[in-house]
Each structure stands twice: as structure tokens, then as C-alpha cells.
């Protein structure tokens, strides 16, 4: 039986899920998830606690086990608490602003670079140098970060560019003089 698949997902107090024609919603105090189900995979709530099975071992079945349990708790965590991703911004003159829903970047092109926030997610600005995405759906969020990170990849010699704030990047050493 797969671990993941196997492991109850608690609602917790202010949230709700309910099961019906194959789709899972998610209610909680930040907003409201949907997810379809495939057909092999079946869903139990029960006081409070929701259990994903599955019909058969088939390898296919096992599989989408884990994934939904996993995207169910995923909606359950993003409804209640939220998920969020921050960016370092580092660079000479590298400035950043935000106009309501709207990202504007100066960082090292002869334009600025503005990006749109989707529906769902917020973007801020802390100072000059980080960003945060916020939302309650965990792929979006991780979409909307990972497309701001490729405005400006991280440049291997000074470390210019975006880059989750976590993130280690390997720095390679600079030219040395021929004089010894």
C-alpha cells in the first residue's frame, strides 16, 4: 500500500471538504479549492478526517494514490494556513516596485520588466531586495515564483539576478593575474 496514499488527511477546525460527483472542494478561511478525481480513486470523510482508497494494486492505481492524497492535503494546508515562496533580488541598481497587482522590476535591462500577478496570488516587495509570492494553491505559487526567477537567472561570477531566498547557488572563481 503506498505510505503517502495510506496517511488520513485531518481537516482541521474553520475548514471543510466535501466529496461529490468526483471532484474534492476544500473550504477553510482563506478561500476555496476544487479538484477532480479519477474514478479508480475513492474518497471518505468521516468526523473530520479524510481517507483516500484506491480499487485495485495496479501500478497506474498506486500511483494516483499517493498524488491525490498528496493534492488533498495540499488544498487542506492552502486553505488554512496559505503557501509562500520569497525571492532575493541581488545587483548593482537593481530596484524593484509594486502598483497594485503589478510587478516592475529594473534589473539590468535597458527596460523595466513588468509581470502581472494571477488571480489568487499576491506579490510584495520587502525593501529593494525580496519578493514574496503568497496564495492559497501551491502550484500557483510555485509557477508565478519560478517565472519571476527566470526574468533574470543568477549569474555565476557576482551572484546578480533572482533566486529563491534558500537557494545556494555555486559561485565560480574569477579570473586570476598572470603575474606570480
Same mark, same amino acid.
Given at each position: 500500500?503506498?505510505?503517502? !496514499?495510506?496517511?488520513? *488527511?485531518?481537516?482541521?477546525?474553520?475548514?471543510?471538504?466535501?466529496?461529490?460527483?468526483?471532484?474534492?472542494?476544500?473550504?477553510?478561511?482563506?478561500?476555496?479549492?476544487?479538484?477532480?478525481?479519477?474514478?479508480?480513486?475513492? %474518497?471518505?470523510?468521516?468526523?473530520?478526517?479524510?481517507?483516500?482508497?484506491?480499487?485495485? &494494486?495496479?501500478?497506474?492505481?498506486?500511483?494516483?494514490?499517493?498524488?491525490?492524497?498528496?493534492?488533498?492535503?495540499?488544498?487542506?494546508?492552502?486553505?488554512? +494556513?496559505?503557501?509562500?515562496?520569497?525571492?532575493? %533580488?541581488?545587483?548593482?541598481?537593481? +530596484?524593484?516596485?509594486?502598483? !497594485?497587482?503589478?510587478?516592475?522590476?529594473?534589473?539590468?535591462?535597458?527596460?523595466? *520588466?513588468?509581470?502581472?500577478?494571477?488571480?489568487?496570488?499576491?506579490?510584495? *516587495?520587502?525593501?529593494?531586495?525580496?519578493?514574496?509570492?503568497?496564495?492559497?494553491?501551491?502550484?500557483?505559487?510555485?509557477?508565478?515564483?519560478?517565472?519571476?526567477?527566470?526574468?533574470?537567472? *543568477?549569474?555565476?561570477?557576482?551572484?546578480?539576478?533572482?533566486?529563491?531566498? &534558500?537557494?545556494?547557488?555555486?559561485?565560480?572563481?574569477?579570473?586570476?593575474?598572470?603575474?606570480?
Amino acid at each position: 500500500m503506498s505510505r503517502i !496514499g495510506r496517511l488520513p *488527511v485531518t481537516i482541521p477546525a474553520g475548514a471543510s471538504a466535501e466529496f461529490k460527483d468526483g471532484v474534492v472542494t476544500v473550504n477553510g478561511p482563506l478561500g476555496t479549492l476544487s479538484q477532480s478525481i479519477n474514478k479508480k480513486i475513492n %474518497v471518505k470523510i468521516e468526523a473530520g478526517v479524510l481517507h483516500v482508497e484506491r480499487s485495485s &494494486d495496479a501500478k497506474d492505481d498506486r500511483a494516483l494514490h499517493g498524488l491525490y492524497r498528496a493534492l488533498i492535503n495540499n488544498m487542506v494546508t492552502g486553505v488554512t +494556513k496559505g503557501f509562500t515562496k520569497v525571492l532575493a %533580488v541581488s545587483g548593482v541598481g537593481y +530596484k524593484l516596485a509594486i502598483n !497594485g497587482n503589478k510587478l516592475t522590476m529594473n534589473i539590468g535591462y535597458s527596460h523595466p *520588466v513588468e509581470y502581472e500577478a494571477p488571480a489568487g496570488i499576491k506579490i510584495t *516587495v520587502n525593501g529593494n531586495t525580496e519578493i514574496t509570492v503568497a496564495g492559497i494553491d501551491k502550484h500557483a505559487v510555485g509557477q508565478v515564483a519560478a517565472t519571476i526567477k527566470d526574468f533574470k537567472k *543568477v549569474e555565476p561570477y557576482h551572484g546578480y539576478g533572482i533566486r529563491y531566498k &534558500d537557494e545556494v547557488v555555486l559561485m565560480k572563481e574569477g579570473k586570476k593575474s598572470g603575474k606570480k
